[in-house]
């Protein structure tokens, strides 16, 4: 796994998560987010479109990610999922921990 991150406008960073996201790789995604979840910065958004693969250890870490974010009071929202894993996210019933956002459009799951 490979993990991007940018600022795209003032205290919003995008992470773009490229590969896959499992049991191996589910520490790194936290480290990478950690830093962001800190005083100025207002929005984390995740870019899911290079994401091939996640597993329950994966997800549970955008789970803990999101819960971070929450209680640091950030915005976190998942983008551009590939219809593979918007299916986990739907058929684990854990669309209520993400505000998600395909092609410009918000949704919560």
Do not use: Y
């Amino acid at each position: 796994m490979k993990i991007q991150t940018r600022e795209i406008e003032r205290g919003v960073w995008e992470v773009s998560i490229l590969g896959k996201l499992t049991i191996d790789q589910a520490d790194l995604l936290e480290k990478s987010l950690e830093p962001l979840f800190s005083a100025g910065v207002t929005g984390v958004r995740l870019d899911m479109s290079g994401l091939d693969f996640m597993d329950s250890p994966g997800l549970g870490q955008l789970i803990k990610a999101a819960n971070m974010a929450k209680s640091a009071g950030i915005n976190l929202t998942l983008h551009r999922l590939p219809d593979g894993i918007l299916n986990i996210l739907t058929s684990a019933r854990v669309g209520a921990f993400f505000s998600i956002v395909q092609d410009n459009e918000t949704r919560q799951k």
